[in-house]
């Protein structure tokens, strides 16, 4: 029932992702759209159930899951096989699970639309669906660690460390975060914050960080041909990333009824983050210094860039509004969603895209179809998402000052102050959107039309060893 | 560099993962090994009333902690959103504090929420202790407060508004004792004289004369900042089906009760309010526990009397 053809789990995960991608985003911007008028599914028949409340997690949950999720496991299955030198360990596997997913996913909307929330964001699933998420990640974990496990390359290149770390990772992660799984939530109390807040900010720093970052040094030889700048700061990178990620859940809670020395250990790693994040960009620098004039030639190398700029961005916030004094403005404010919309958006899901155009024409055989398509969508994307992230961030400082301004009391102007900027977030939005449904047209277009791809380019297993310098 | 972990996969993963077990220790386990910091404060909501609890998973469900939260931080800017400073009998003082650990010793799940869309709700009921108020908020929003961005729940039925009203007025501190004077009159209120008045408030004195033009700029002052016309219309007529409020019995109209009541009746109902007996069900909230001192009290009765003399 399901292939064993080479490459074909990693190509049907990717066509799986972006579909996810778009209903999820489709959600966000119908929740953008709900906070601007609120009176939008007023009366409407079933429509009107879907309030912000509703919409929000939905949101969430399909574009972690469903698109960045997906998108990451299809990197994995692409870039695995070829860092290890064989094939992927079980593409038939690798096929079930795809179709897992996608139906985990269906459930995961279905589920939320229904109002059956644990009420714990990002961890909203029901335990049930958390079980089938473990054994969806253990999958994953199986193929990749097996594929390791057989492989004739005895030398493991940086990205295979970040890969490997996370897969192994991610599902501690993701039980201890959600209670342990059980259906009756044990740990009650401000407890049960501090547990879903290690969660909600470690499946960023032991799952999206790793694979994106891992894929991004897979990805850079490749493009620019050169190898990278330096092996030894990658791998300092990499155990920094897996050292001071963990304690730093509670900067969620900071202020807050939570023990002080919690939350002061929580800041002292959120700040020795910046590290890691500048062994990242001082490599990415350092193998692009000398060919930025390839970056105006490929779109893929456009968005590695741009994701590179964000990255820096989110990594310089992040530390810094874990700080008490910063966080006392910033924290409740449109300024932390434009924050987790620069992590996962503006750097992973960009580094998905170019992973996307640079994997499929090698997985298809086929040519993206339309250059010009491919413009077009980091352009929109790049123009939207800074829109977006810019009216966020705006307006989340203008809300927590008029609250310190005046100890909160008139709050109610606090909201009216929000429009200008929840419109403009629409509509940078509505842009971002519009830019993916180009994409996958343009993926749509590649698989049926587009031109044959030459067989001399499609990275050989020899050609990905000496362009990752390992 | 060429070191073991180049080719040592195994090595690698143990690394890792015992990292990530380092940060479980100190972040997760040590935490909950502070047994004695999540006992039960005695302001800590309790939830044995079944409609409450009903309310708290509709609360849930509808995902209002995406927008509110329920935590006063230990902080400046988060002042108004403490319960309000009460001397109790023994000499205590409660209320007027950030939240800590043992307020949420009930709480499963904890929804402490990480946005302010819309306002703290952690002692909502201090602010806002009246149910028909509440339902009238969650059925349109924008009939008690013109520039609300929440969502009507409109469609929800009956029993689950009232549930949901229930539990907003749960979110209180539990170490204020209720104490009400007021008495529930509903859309009666404007029948009613002075026989109505409880002791206490028999043979009070208006301090202000008829229209002191202090007391009047005052109490302008106060109705915008206590929100008075969000309930009673800027035209102060109050509201009604046909004006947007979505739910009866209808805030009293300002010129009647100028002409029907004396000022000892609206003194008493502006300190007391119209809550029903336990001080938690209907009506509006008891200003007098809600930071108007008597003289702002007065005040505001000195306005009300005085649209008598417009029309």
Redesign the interface.
């Known amino acids: 029932m399901f292939s064993n053809a080479e490459g074909s789990s990693s190509r049907n995960f990717y066509y799986t992702a972006v579909l996810w991608m778009a209903i999820g985003m489709s959600f966000g911007l119908f929740a953008a759209l709900?906070?601007?008028l609120?009176?939008l599914?007023?009366?409407v028949p079933i429509l009107?159930?879907f309030?912000?409340?509703?919409v929000?997690?939905v949101h969430t949950n399909l574009v972690m899951f469903g698109w960045l999720s997906g998108a990451y496991f299809a990197t994995l299955f692409y870039m695995v096989p070829r860092l290890a030198g064989v094939k992927l360990y079980s593409e038939r596997l690798g096929n079930f699970t795809v179709l897992f997913h996608n139906l985990l996913m269906t459930s995961y909307g279905v589920v939320l639309l229904f109002?059956?929330?644990?009420?714990?964001?990002y961890a909203e699933q029901p335990w049930i669906n958390k079980m089938l998420t473990v054994v969806m990640f253990g999958l994953v974990a199986y193929n990749v660690?097996m594929t390791?496990?057989t492989r004739k390359e005895?030398?493991?290149y940086v990205t295979?460390?970040y890969m490997?770390?996370a897969v192994?990772?991610t599902p501690?992660?993701y039980i201890?975060g959600n209670q342990f799984l059980f259906p009756n939530?044990p740990?009650?109390?401000?407890?049960?914050?501090?547990?879903?807040w290690?969660y909600g900010h470690?499946i960023l720093g032991?799952w999206f960080t790793p694979v994106g970052i891992g894929a991004v040094y897979y990805l850079l030889p490749k493009m620019t041909g050169a190898p990278v700048w330096s092996?030894?700061l990658s791998?300092i990178g990499f155990?920094v990333i897996?050292?001071v990620?963990?304690?730093t859940?509670?900067h969620?809670?900071v202020?807050?009824?939570?023990?002080y020395w919690?939350q002061t250990?929580?800041i002292a790693f959120s700040v020795t983050l910046i590290i890691p994040v500048w062994t990242v960009l001082t490599n990415f620098y350092g193998t692009l210094n000398g060919r930025w004039g390839a970056v105006k030639e490929s779109v893929p190398l456009k968005f590695l860039v741009s994701a590179m700029v964000f990255y820096f961005i989110t990594c310089f916030q992040g530390p810094m509004q874990a700080l008490r004094s910063v966080s006392?403005?910033t924290?409740?404010?449109n300024w932390?969603?434009g924050h987790a919309h620069l992590a996962l958006l503006g750097t992973f899901s960009f580094i998905m895209f170019a992973s996307i155009y640079y994997a499929l024409p090698r997985l298809t055989g086929r040519e993206i179809w339309s250059a010009k398509l491919m413009e077009w969508h980091y352009w929109l994307s790049l123009i939207g998402f800074t829109l977006f992230f810019v009216s966020l961030t705006i307006g989340g400082l203008v809300?927590?000052s008029h609250?310190?301004l005046?100890?909160?009391?008139?709050?109610?102007t606090s909201?009216?102050q929000?429009k200008p900027y929840?419109i403009a977030r629409a509509v940078g939005g509505t842009m971002i959107l519009s830019a993916q449904f180009l994409f996958i047209y343009n993926i749509f277009k590649s698989a049926v039309a587009g031109k044959a791809f030459e067989t001399a380019a499609r990275g050989s297993q020899a050609e990905t060893a000496a362009a990752t310098g390992a | 560099m060429k070191n073991k972990l180049e080719k040592n996969a195994a090595l690698l993963g143990l690394g890792a993962f015992l990292l990530l077990m380092f940060s479980v220790t100190i972040t997760v386990v040590l935490p909950m090994l502070q047994g004695d910091l999540y006992v039960a404060d005695a302001a800590a909501p309790v939830y044995d009333d079944a409609n409450v609890a009903l309310g708290r998973e509709i609360y849930r469900r509808e995902g209002c902690f995406y927008c509110h939260t329920q935590q006063v931080r230990t902080i400046d800017n988060d002042t108004f959103w403490r319960a309000p400073k009460t001397e109790l009998k023994d000499g205590t003082v409660v209320g007027d504090r950030p939240t800590r650990p043992g307020d949420y010793a009930n709480d499963n799940p904890a929804l402490l929420g990480t946005e302010r869309t819309g306002p703290d709700l952690k002692y909502v009921a201090h602010r806002l202790p009246s149910k028909d108020w509440h339902i009238a908020h969650l059925i349109d929003p924008r009939s008690t407060e013109p520039n609300s961005i929440m969502p009507s729940f409109a469609h929800l039925p009956a029993n689950e508004l009232d549930a949901l009203a229930d539990y907003l007025l749960s979110l209180r501190d539990w170490s204020i004792p209720i104490v009400t004077y007021a008495k529930y009159m509903g859309p009666d209120i404007l029948n009613a004289g002075d026989e109505m008045l409880p002791e206490d408030y028999q043979g009070t004195k208006n301090p202000y004369k008829p229209g002191d033009p202090a007391a009047l700029a005052r109490a302008e002052q106060l109705i915008k900042d206590k929100g008075c016309l969000a309930c009673h219309g800027t035209d102060m007529r109050g509201k009604n089906k046909t004006n947007g409020w979505a739910n009866p019995p209808f805030p009293t109209d300002w010129y009647k009760a100028a002409e029907k009541h004396s000022d000892q009746f609206i003194y008493w109902i502006v300190s007391e309010g119209t809550l029903k007996e336990d001080g938690t069900a209907s009506g509006m909230p008891a200003w007098r526990q809600n930071g108007v001192s008597e003289e702002d009290r007065w005040a505001l009765v000195t306005f009300i009397k005085n649209l008598n003399t417009k029309k």
């Open positions: 709900l906070l601007v609120p009176d599914v007023k009366e009107e159930y309030t912000f409340g509703r929000r997690p109002g059956r929330t644990m009420g714990r964001e660690i390791f496990a005895k030398e493991l295979a460390w490997l770390g192994i990772t501690v992660v201890i939530n740990i009650a109390g401000v407890n049960d914050s501090v547990a879903n290690f470690n032991y092996h030894r791998m155990w897996f050292f990620y963990g304690p859940g509670a969620h809670l202020n807050g009824p939570v023990p919690l250990v929580a006392a403005i924290h409740f404010t932390v969603v809300q927590g609250w310190a005046n100890q909160s009391s008139s709050f109610i909201v009216i929000q929840h």
